[in-house]
């Protein structure tokens, strides 16, 4: 099946030292998203990829950084994760204007 | 002010109950309306579109209502497994800057 999957499903790290998660898509899609969601609150958009194009959400912190090596695979670094930085990390897929496809998300928590 | 505002509820009905949820957003140039769901410590899936003329798919109906800005999702004969979040999302116009609502937590209880 198609599909959007991300890696690790949970990671546990350290305060400061940095984390990169995955997420790969076989659906095609041109664009990629990443979002963060905590505890109760809504998925809060980070950047998102339209091709190669990288674009950054105005408030996200400039510890968050991402990389698209290609249309499949794409990153979210953490530099120096902080406490508040505990939360799952959600990667979407889509074609332009076209419904989002989730994964299902990998927990992190700094301790 | 938030750009897309749900009722957190819970909502706690029956089985067999009917249930809505409204949700409002702020920029009116707004052009893409969803309804995902998400269950617990899950990631959020996609329930129905929202179109003008407003849509139904079985027990799900789907409004929007642009001069007033919101959209409400009604569930008939509710089941158990209709127990989850529902996250109202907004998609601006001809981008790709999609904002989530906080959901609406829905308890169905036998």
């Known amino acids: 099946d198609a599909m959007v999957i991300q890696n690790p499903r949970y990671q546990v790290t350290q305060f400061g030292k940095p984390v990169t998660l995955s997420c790969s898509q076989t659906?095609?899609?041109?664009?990629m998203y990443w979002y963060q969601q905590k505890s109760s609150q809504a998925p809060k958009l980070l950047f998102h990829?339209?091709?190669?194009?990288?674009?950054n959400e105005a408030d996200t912190p400039d510890n968050f950084q991402s990389r698209r090596p290609n249309t499949s695979f794409c990153f979210l670094d953490i530099r120096s994760p902080g406490l508040g930085d505990t939360a799952m990390y959600l990667c979407a897929t889509s074609n332009p204007g076209d419904t989002q496809y989730f994964g299902p998300g990998t927990r992190l928590t700094v301790l | 002010r938030k750009e897309v505002e749900q009722d957190p509820g819970p909502f706690n009905v029956p089985e067999g109950a009917t249930v809505a949820f409204n949700c409002t957003y702020s920029n009116s140039a707004s052009q893409s309306f969803f309804w995902y769901r998400q269950d617990c410590r899950k990631e959020p899936k996609l329930l129905m579109s929202?179109?003008?003329s407003g849509n139904e798919d079985g027990r799900f109906t789907a409004q929007l209502n642009r001069a007033s800005q919101y959209i409400s999702l009604l569930i008939r004969d509710s089941k158990l497994s209709d127990s989850a979040t529902y996250l109202c999302?907004?998609?601006?116009?001809?981008?790709?800057?999609?904002?989530f609502g906080a959901g609406t937590r829905l308890f169905v209880k036998a």
């Open positions: 990829y339209y091709d190669k194009d990288f674009n």
């Open positions: 659906l095609n899609h041109n664009v």
């Open positions: 999302v907004v998609k601006s116009t001809g981008g790709f800057k999609t904002i």
């Open positions: 929202v179109y003008s």
